[in-house]
């Protein structure tokens, strides 16, 4: 009943279901609510994957980063209980470290602006 009061909300002409009876009306609201939420999974899911393939696009381009952050893992693995100035910083230096968590936030706010309008 909250999908015939939805598509009531929507105001269409009285006389569009006048001569249907109130199940069938419901059938139909039903349907036209399954419709629409599926419309709008599609385009969500579209939007993301053309997003997700455009940054994927992007990080292959940018040179070294892959190889900074292995190295940074690496580090990491090889001392577990070491501090991030002792064991982080001298491989990749503090000004890297700096400039790749400022790309990944901008990259995290692009992707969620562009899903939003894609």
């Given amino acids: 009943m909250n999908k015939l009061q939805w598509v009531r909300g929507l105001q269409l002409p009285p006389e ?8 069938l009306a419901a059938e139909i609201a039903d349907s ?6 599926q419309l709008v999974q599609k385009i969500n899911t579209r939007a993301e994957k053309k ?26 693995v090889a001392e577990p209980g070491g501090t991030v100035r002792k064991v982080i910083c001298p491989v990749a230096g ?25």
């Fill in 32 to 37: 036209l609510v399954e419709l629409f939420i």
């Fill in 51 to 76: 997003v997700e393939n455009e940054f994927t696009k992007e990080l292959k381009r940018v040179r070294g980063k892959e190889g900074i952050l292995l190295r940074l893992a690496e580090a990491a």
């Fill in 94 to 118: 503090e000004p890297t470290l700096k400039a790749l968590a400022a790309e990944a936030a901008a990259n995290e706010a692009r992707y969620r602006a562009r899903v939003r309008w894609s």
């Fill in 16 to 23: 569009l279901f006048g001569d249907v009876s109130e199940k």
